[in-house]
């Protein structure tokens, strides 16, 4: 391997579209990314440093918060570029083929599996809806010169049993509000996805994720979509609605589906991508 050697990146897969991608969209390193078309589809392609996405490198560069954060800003910013001109099947970050024949062979294995899942994601975006909820304070501790024993502690121990009943009060209607609402937004979308709740730590967000989920919505009822999430208000919850977004929570949608080519984000005949739950 030579330091100046580039390898594939591949962010997406679409039918081919008229037109080109939007002026301005750039890739992973900075140039815009180039169509290439093989039969019925085409791979939206970067060329990149194999120093960088090389194996065994790109395992150390993962480890690098701040590269992984850039370079999948970089990667969303194509997507949402892709979006303004055709529907596409996002790829999973990372996803490095050799060379242009490897990208070839992704198309021509995983063939059925992309156009099915082109299919069903035409005309359709995602919705993203995220439920915060804020759980009661804990009570003041009794003053350290309160015996255990006096009206002090059984005072702070009667409050503290309060607010826990409190907060599973709250908990108890928090989740039956996430059920409820979980359950309309899906019978107004195509399909529906629950992720895991995001560490408050880690998204800086204001109280507790107990809902996170992604909807696959008709883009022409997405009106109705949003006017029905944001009908959603009860004292101590949150709803947070993100979109329209690419979608990236059902590019695997045609995975169950018996066939013997590549999944869509997958990586067959050399080509490698960030596997599932790699804290992306």
Known sequence: MTGTQRLRYVYAVSRPFDGVLPEGARGIGGEPPRLLRHGDLVAVVDAVPAEDFDEAPLRERLEDLDWLAATARAHDAVIASLSTVTCPLPLRLATVCRDDSGVRRLLEDGHDRFVRALERLDGRVEWGVKVYARPAPEPAPAPAAAAPTGGGGRDYL???????????????????????????????????????????????????????????????????????????????????????????????????????????????????????????
Do not use: K, M
Request: charged fraction near 30%; glycine fraction near 12%; charge should be negative.
């Open 158 to 280: 009667r409050r503290r049993l309060e607010a826990r009943r409190s907060r599973d009060v709250d908990w108890q209607r928090a989740d039956a509000l996430c059920r409820e609402l979980h359950a309309e937004l899906s019978g107004h979308a195509e399909a529906a996805a629950l992720h895991r709740p995001q560490d408050a730590r880690l998204s800086g967000a204001d109280g507790v994720n107990v809902l996170n989920a992604a909807y696959l919505v008709d883009r022409e009822r997405s009106e109705e979509f949003v006017e029905r999430a944001g009908r959603t208000s009860v004292p101590g919850l949150r709803v947070e609605l993100t979109g329209p977004w690419a979608p990236y929570s059902f590019a695997g949608i045609a995975e169950d589906e018996p066939d013997s080519g590549a999944a869509p984000g997958g990586a067959p005949d050399g080509a490698r991508g960030v596997p599932e739950g790699a804290g992306l």
